[in-house]
């Protein structure tokens, strides 16, 4: 076979700058944008890539006559807008967050990575989108506006608030919830069952005789965090007075925070024998703590994690934890997402999946 026939049967490579060049053109032949683009900072958030690349996308465009650039100004858009006869947006889900996807722990970084392959699989789009603001105490500016300029067919919502929820249910918005629904709001939704580790876990400590346990919480917890709450004392049936009565300590998310919680319920007559923490990050600011106190584990002092991480498997002693399967978190969100993009409705109840518990060497 000659050579240059081979040549042209072998795959092309091609660079992150041709790929959002790609993922642009789509979007403005289906007349996503109109009149001008967005700016490079939400440009960079929906594709999650660099500035650079962003950049460089669109000068591709630029050449190509599809834009208009001045200084100073957004970018024009030139191109006759041809739209999709049923519209790109049908085929577009959305996954808004508070923080970007650097930010995220590995278990969700997992189950929004096979989310996407599921999801492509039927022939949709995920859109990551990052925005403080829509998670705000007052957020319907903010999502007023992303709705505006994002036209998608169903909004998948991580770590959102009560405010948040409300705002898509007020306005008819189809929404589908990775996480808990805030109290009075009912949404589909799709979650690890926190409460049900939590008296779990609490029942666990319970019964090898820990009596002043504590559940370690960021301040201003909702979904699951309050359903980790909720199970926790659930599963401490004694009265107020009891010296069983579970401890709820709350912290700002720092290490001094952490630390300050922890040196509070260690202090004597009856210093805190084991901990329930709710976020990977604390769990290892909880051992170092201890551990420089003096304190062996889990000898003096018992801890286990609510959620899991790659990095636990490396501490020792290791770590007591809940894991669950990205897997199977994605796959029924993908599920309940499809089904809500194509009938407006989902049959899909609240989903819990239960974690599985890895005793570890720390209770």
């Known amino acids: 076979m000659p050579l240059s026939r081979t040549r042209r049967t072998l795959p092309r490579q091609v660079s992150l700058v041709a790929e959002t060049a790609r ?3 789509e979007g403005l032949q289906a007349g996503r944008w109109r009149d001008h683009l967005p700016g490079e900072r939400e440009l960079c958030e929906r594709f999650q890539v660099s500035r650079p690349t962003v950049r460089g996308a669109l000068e591709q465009l630029r050449r190509e006559g599809w834009l208009k650039v001045a200084h100073g100004k957004r970018r024009r858009i030139l191109a006759p807008q041809r739209r999709a006869a049923s519209g790109l947006c049908a085929k577009t889900i959305g996954l808004l967050s508070p923080v970007p996807l650097k930010s995220l722990p590995p278990f969700v970084l997992c189950w929004t990575d096979e989310l996407r392959t599921h999801l492509s699989r039927e022939g949709f789009e995920l859109e990551f989108h990052v925005s ?6 007052q957020p319907a500016r903010a999502l007023a506006a992303l709705m505006a300029r994002t036209p998608t067919a169903v909004w998948v919502l991580f770590r959102s608030t009560g ?3 409300r705002w898509f249910v007020d306005q008819k918005r189809p929404c589908l919830l990775a996480g808990t629904c805030a109290p009075g ?3 589909p939704s799709v979650d690890v069952d926190h409460r049900a580790a939590a008296r779990h876990a609490a029942a666990l400590l319970w019964r090898k005789g820990h009596r002043r346990a504590a559940l370690l919480l960021p301040r201003g917890a909702h979904g699951g965090d309050a359903e980790t709450e909720a199970g ?5 049936t004694a009265s107020t007075s009891d010296p069983g009565k579970p401890l709820v300590l709350q912290h700002d998310g720092s290490v001094a925070g952490v630390e300050s919680c922890l040196t509070a319920a260690l202090r004597p007559p009856r210093p805190v024998t084991a901990f329930f923490v709710a976020r990977t990050a604390h769990v290892l600011t909880v051992v170092t703590h201890l551990l420089r106190r003096g304190l062996r584990i889990p000898q003096d002092v018992v801890v286990i994690s609510r959620d899991d ?3 636990l498997e490396f501490l020792t002693p290791a770590v007591s934890r809940y894991v669950s399967a990205p897997e199977s978190f994605a796959r029924r969100l993908s599920r309940a997402a499809i089904q809500l993009a194509q009938t407006g409705f989902t049959s899909i109840k609240p989903v819990r999946l239960m974690p599985k518990f890895i005793a570890g060497e720390t209770i």
């Open 132 to 137: 403080r603001k829509c998670f705000s105490p």
């Open 23 to 25: 993922l642009l053109r």
């Open 232 to 236: 926790f004392r659930e599963a401490f």
């Open 163 to 165: 405010e948040t929820q």
């Open 309 to 311: 991480d790659t990095f």
């Open 185 to 187: 709001v009912e949404v």
